[in-house]
T-cell receptor, first 115, second 110 residues
């Protein structure tokens, strides 16, 4: 299984809502990532989990809260978002930082709209 | 932070023609990777070139890397309509974190 899955595909939420994005991989990868991508822009790294521990937080606002329950799952909890947070949220996984050549496998993304 | 700068930002060609995209970066890298993204979807890894390599081939793809100029190019030969997508270079500076360039939007017309 060489697939990264993400749910939901689309999410519309109000600024007072709490929602979660989910990501799953079964490739035995030990690093997982969250990216945010605005239209016609490149992906921007938000968080990196390495061996289930948060290793990188790219100064992301606290209204985004990542969680890695186990090595196959990655969640992104959303609370009190702003309309400018509307974007495509991409999850990726890779074998891990101890690999010399580490390529990332991306999920299809969750299209988030904040009203 | 964005490191790579792709050139051109957009490219429109006919099927069968070759497409060349360029990428420049600013810092030392372990490797440079190219990814493709179909409209509004996830990214697909295409090819990786190590910092000590100068050229690499994979099917219709040819990647070059010039570390002295901090630049790379991606050549797609005999393009097809299905190659229509956005192409991003990404630099790996270590610890498996990638920094993506701004991307080139490629349109291949039948």
């Amino acid at each position: 299984d060489t697939e990264v899955t993400q749910t939901p595909k689309h999410l519309v939420m109000g600024m007072t809502n709490k929602k979660s994005l989910k990501c799953e991989q079964h490739m035995g990868h030990r690093a997982m990532y969250w990216y945010k991508q605005k239209a016609k822009k490149p992906p921007e790294l938000m968080f990196v989990y390495s061996y289930e521990k948060l290793s990188i937080n790219e100064s992301v606002p606290s209204r985004f809260s990542p969680e890695c329950p186990n090595s196959s799952l990655l969640n992104l909890h959303l609370h009190a978002l702003q309309p400018e947070d509307s974007a495509l949220y991409l999850c990726a996984s890779s074998q891990g930082p101890d690999r010399v050549e580490d390529t990332q496998y991306f999920g299809p993304g969750t299209r988030l709209t904040v009203l | 932070s964005q490191q790579g700068e792709e050139d051109p930002q957009a490219l429109s060609i006919q099927e069968g023609e070759n497409a060349t995209m360029n990428c420049s970066y600013k810092t030392s890298i372990n490797n440079l990777q190219w990814y493709r993204q179909n409209s509004g979807r996830g990214l697909v890894h295409l090819i990786l070139i190590r910092s000590n390599e100068r050229e690499k081939h994979s099917g219709r793809l040819r990647v070059t890397l010039d570390t002295s100029k901090k630049s790379s190019s991606l050549l797609i030969t005999a393009s097809r309509a299905a190659d229509t997508a956005s192409y991003f270079c990404a630099t790996d500076e270590g610890y498996s974190t990638l920094t993506f360039g701004k991307g080139t939007m490629l349109l291949v017309s039948p």
